[in-house]
């Protein structure tokens, strides 16, 4: 009987996280809501088990939709959503940089080396590789959105350039899936990681220096942070619109957003 797909398993325990409302803090820093949220784990999941061949290349290929499309899609609005130009940049660099330590790792030290990890026969590459796409990432990305965007789109890159690597030894019997099989499990626990990680650090900083950094951070801003009825204009008795739970979730969002590294 097959293993039941680890990246499976961590969307189920993720979903049941935001279900009883533990993980509302990174979803807000995700600009994520629980409904949004928990859509995209179900995409992921049916997704997963959906392949779309691709006709006409040198080596055969098809694309999942679940380890494929919908980290791509997901990266795209994060970047959209991101708060400025400098956010957007390091979530390309942590990509970039991610999919190049994961290249090197899988096809340079491992060259002719025992599977499962070659050099690291220590530790499976399931876990080798969401380990070091989630500590590259957040290190070059900094956000929670720039880690998760580096970790899922580094190791998505690194598995395309996995497939023209296929193609130039002329792999003409393999069956290659973007996305699919072991990849999949790496792309999802890549990012869970990333954020949980960046989550951490960025706690712990933040308790250690006493909360946001302030340092270049306008006064009103700052000011408005510490206080409830930041946003409202005068006469108005609801900030910003009606004032309700959402409305006022979007609020801290967007001053997150202007504070966060």
């Known amino acids: 009987m097959d293993r039941f797909p ?3 398993i961590v969307l189920i325990v993720v ?9 509302q803090r990174a979803l807000d820093r995700m600009r994520l809501s629980d409904k949004g949220a928990l859509a995209v784990i179900l995409a992921l ?12 290349t040198p080596v055969p290929l098809e694309i999942n939709v679940g380890g494929a499309l919908v980290p791509v899609g997901l990266a795209v609005y994060l970047l959209v959503k991101a708060g400025t130009g400098k956010e957007v940049s390091r979530a390309l660099i ?3 940089l991610t999919a190049a330590v994961i290249w090197f790792i899988g096809s340079r030290l491992m060259t002719g080396l025992p599977e499962p990890a070659g050099r690291f026969g220590f530790l499976d590459t399931l876990y080798l590789f969401p380990i070091v796409a989630a500590v590259i990432a957040y290190i070059a990305g900094r956000s929670r959105r720039s880690a998760f965007i580096g970790a899922t789109l ?15 030894n ?20 890549s990012g869970i990681l990333a954020i949980l990680l960046a989550d951490l650090i960025g706690e712990t ?3 250690l220096q006493g909360g946001p950094t302030s340092e270049g951070k306008p006064d009103a801003l700052l000011a408005g942070l510490r206080k409830p009825q930041f946003g409202r204009k005068k006469g108005d008795d ?6 309700d739970k959402e409305s006022r979730r979007e609020l801290a969002r967007e001053e997150v957003d202007r504070l966060e590294d």
Do not use: Q, W
């Not at 999941?45 to 006709?55: E, K, L, M």
């Not at 609801?238 to 004032?243: E, F, K, M, T, V």
């Open 238 to 243: 609801n900030p910003r619109g009606d004032g």
């Open 15 to 23: 979903s049941l996280l935001i279900f009883f409302g533990i993980a």
């Open 45 to 56: 999941i049916v997704g997963s088990f959906i392949n779309i061949p691709v006709p006409g």
């Open 205 to 207: 900083r933040e308790r």
């Open 94 to 96: 942590a990509s970039a």
């Open 154 to 168: 580094g190791v998505l890159m690194a598995d395309i350039a996995n497939y023209f690597y296929l193609v130039r």
């Open 6 to 8: 680890l990246g499976l």
């Open 170 to 189: 002329n792999a003409t019997n393999a069956l290659k899936s973007i996305g699919g099989a072991g990849a999949f499990d790496s792309i999802v626990i």
